[in-house]
Nanobody, 121 residues
Framework: QVQLVESGGGLVQAGGSLRLSCVAP????????MGWYRQSPGKERDLVAD???????NYADSVKGRFTISRDNAKNTFYLQMDSLKPEDTAVYYC???????????????WGQGTQVTVSS
């Protein structure tokens, strides 16, 4: 089964930076599209940034100019660089990927386990 493994979360002071990673271990598949979402207690899970097919990027208004999504195709890994962090960025961050397997017409929609990001004042 294709899985996504997240890392890089933690505690940081306001104005600091963190870099989240999301890797799909193994081989025999390709990540077609990817994105990062976040969820705070009592709130819905919202899109932070994504990279659809074609390599374009999209960002939530609240993180534009501060967050950057990128990928390393050779390692089946993608990242979220978070700079100038604010307390309102505190949330559990989830990575998401659309994955295809050669010879299989089905597109798998896979979620990571989540990683906590806490930004203190």
């Amino acid at each position: 089964q294709v899985q996504l493994v997240e890392s890089g979360g933690g505690l940081v002071q306001a104005g600091g930076s963190l870099r989240l990673s999301c890797v799909a271990p193994g081989s025999g598949f390709s990540i077609i599209a990817m994105g990062w979402y976040r969820q705070s207690p009592g709130k819905e899970r919202d899109l932070v940034a994504d990279m659809p097919r074609g390599g374009s990027t999209n960002y939530a208004d609240s993180v534009k100019g501060r967050f950057t999504i990128s990928r390393d195709n050779a390692k089946n890994t993608f990242y979220l660089q978070m700079d100038s962090l604010k307390p309102e960025d505190t949330a559990v961050y989830y990575c998401n990927a659309g994955v295809v397997v050669p010879g299989d017409a089905f597109l798998y929609d896979i979620w990571g386990q989540g990683t906590q990001v806490t930004v203190s004042s």
